[in-house]
């Protein structure tokens, strides 16, 4: 590999162990902070581009009510976190044979009030995705303030996962997870690591 993108923060022995054993994985700290701020910046600067987030037939739907903005070139920071995601496929791949092939990804805005209810992301295998990815990119936020990652792991234990900043969780797709309403804006990278070849 000509160039490795994974930050050192990324413990990639700690992530398989915690995949393996529990269908997920938390990686806290996950950049440097003038990384952070200029990815902020960016989801910051284009939320008037966002959109009325979608089920995956394209029909908005009641069970969500987030804003989206699809993740292409022109996002050149928010690139990197997806070139960190394509080098950490291939570590999957080489554990699991999950025959990851390609990395799509949106920024996600929650306002007050909004939510996703309980869902699987891969529901009876009817797409790609292998594994969700959720990075957590405001600035600050508070215990009391909600959109918690709720979150049954594969051993069929119910996890409550804080949206701190910096943070990020990644989970088997197949599992149930909602996000849970919350009270303050909540913004994030939502992304999937997939094996098949064609893009939302």
């Not at 938390?26 to 987030?53: G, H, K, T, W």
């Not at 409550?160 to 303050?184: C, G, T, W, Y």
Request: charged share 20%; proline share 2%; glycine share 4%.
């Amino acid at each position: 590999m000509e160039a490795t993108f994974l930050p050192k923060s990324w413990n990639v022995d700690q992530i398989l162990t915690d995949l393996d054993q529990h269908g997920f994985a938390i990686i806290d700290e996950a950049y440097p902070q003038d990384y952070v701020q200029a990815l902020a910046e960016e989801c910051i600067s284009n939320l008037n581009r966002f959109r009325d987030a979608a089920v995956q037939s394209g029909i908005v739907s009641k069970i969500r009510s987030d804003h989206i903005l699809w993740i292409n070139e022109d996002l050149v920071t928010a690139q990197q976190h997806i070139d960190s995601l394509k080098e950490l496929s291939q570590h999957l791949n080489q554990c699991f044979y999950l025959g990851i092939k390609e990395v799509e990804a949106h920024f996600a805005c929650y306002n007050a009030g909004e939510f996703y209810a309980l869902h699987r992301d891969n529901p009876q295998q009817k797409n790609d995705r292998v594994i969700s990815v959720v990075y957590y990119l405001h600035e600050d936020w508070q215990d009391n303030w909600g959109g918690e990652l709720h979150l049954q792991d594969k051993n069929d234990q119910w996890h409550l996962i804080q949206p701190k900043p910096n943070r990020i969780a990644l989970f088997q797709s197949d599992l149930m997870h909602e996000v849970i309403q919350a009270k303050h804006q909540r913004l994030s990278i939502t992304a999937w690591l997939r094996s098949g070849n064609h893009l939302f």
